[in-house]
């Protein structure tokens, strides 16, 4: 089920046998003979914190989408095989090891393995290093998870895409929630990761509550850093000016961590706790996670996905693959491929259906919109570079007899309710009070 950790690169490929290769060299005409193969580098976490419950199942959703990419089994109007009749190769690159290594590891993919496109990065840090790296290269990249808004909003790219909404959306819609159902909030406490993700997060947590709670008061303001995974102190400091409601975007490994180390400590019992981004510990964590937690997935993500065909598609191949449903990670890594399948094969379209070029792809996917099985997804923000979508936030319950986490009291937001407009970065969006916002429960 699991990529071995020992190995950080290896190349997953669909080959025919020798006879089948014969037999379509000599049915197919000559300029299909002649398609190349379309490669792909996807980079996440393989080993490290951010392994278990993000980085291994993204990279198995992209496993199981490749086959079914290349065996023409998707539905439609992804079911053509391969991009376009190319056939797919991916090579697989573990994340882990810091952005400095991210961005020679993005050179090599580039230069070295000689892929067509890369699609990857969970790590804020990691996205703020090789999206300026891709574009002096002048090469496509997609940005499939990271949720800092400082990358289009602080830079102008050319190649670089990101296929999911931003942090801000996570943070938002938490608030609206709270809101929406009218609990209690005089004070709040937050404990995120001292990088650009827990930091952006805890500020757009923060600006939204000055809005929505303007009596609410900021209480304990924990930042700990990134994989520290122990939380005794910080937990210490929670429970000692408890809160109603305490805030975390932490995520991966350092969320389990400090789930199964403030659970036995009474904390969950002492605040209402909110998660920006948890549904993915949920299967890992079973019983040990707490019930009436409020969480979001950073979409309409795994449980609180919208009933749909390609949703039903997506949950039962990856599920029957791995005997566990697909997550966060996986969703936003298909949601990626989706679109680039569907922008390869406009671009060869539009290039009398030869392979496109990095400059083709760009034209193709900017500004574009696809299904998904979490939903419609929208480049409508960074000069249509940024996606935004629609998201979810629920609270978690443990069915026993199922052996599994539940979330009821699933309230879904629109895009244009928690995103905010392409006119406006975040931070200026709440300020004002979120002008603009559509479809607001």
Known sequence: MHIPYTVPRHRATLLASAAALCLAAATLPAHAQAQETFKVGIVSFLSGQAAESFGIPAVNGAKVLLEAFNKGAAPAPYNKPGFGGMKLEFVYVDENGGATKQVQELRNLYDREKVDAVVGYVGSGDCLAVAPAAEEMKKFLILYDCGTPRIFEDNKYNYVFRTASHGAMDNVALVRYLAARKIK?????LINQDYAWGQDSKKDFTLSMEKLFPSAKPGEDQLPKFGAGQYGTEISALMAKPADVTHSSLWGGDLQAFILQAA???LFKKTQVVFSAGDHVLPGLGDKMPDGVILGARGAYGLMAPKSALNDWWWDLYSKAYGVYPVQAPYRM?????GLKLAAEKAMAANGGKKPSGEQLVAA??????????GRIRLALGDGHQAVQDTAIGKTR??????????DDIQRFPADCVN???NMKAEEWIKAGFPGAKGCP
């Open 185 to 189: 909030v005089d004070t709040f406490n």
């Open 264 to 266: 036995p400590r009474g």
């Open 334 to 338: 298909v949601q990626s491929l989706l």
């Open 365 to 374: 996917l900017k500004g574009s919109e696809w299904e998904s099985p979490a």
């Open 398 to 407: 443990y069915d026993a007899a199922k052996k599994m986490v539940m979330l």
């Open 420 to 422: 905010p407009p392409a």
